[in-house]
């Protein structure tokens, strides 16, 4: 999936890279998650010096989450996780 952002086309692989510099410029260690024990966790798990943990998944502007991706996202913040659904834009 793409989305136009200033005259470019924007695929989810270059707005996980926009996202993790953006982490990282905020301090955090961040990991791409490739494959996990369970199916839809988020793509990037970001952990600050002192725990602060922020679970990211992806999306286009027009990316679909989908409902296991919703469960999963409910579930971590159920743990007290932070975990969002990030969108080119944001």
Do not use: H
């Amino acid at each position: 999936m793409s989305v136009y952002v200033k005259n470019v086309i924007m695929i989810e692989g270059q707005v996980q890279k926009k996202r993790i510099a953006e982490l990282e410029a905020d301090g955090y260690y961040v990991i791409k998650l490739m494959k996990t024990n369970k199916n839809g966790m988020p793509d990037i798990l970001a952990i600050k010096p002192g725990a602060d943990v922020i679970f990211s998944e992806v999306k286009t502007k027009k990316g679909v989450v989908s409902k296991l991706q919703e469960f999963r996202i409910k579930e971590l913040k159920g743990y007290g996780f932070k975990a969002e659904v990030y969108r080119e834009g944001q």
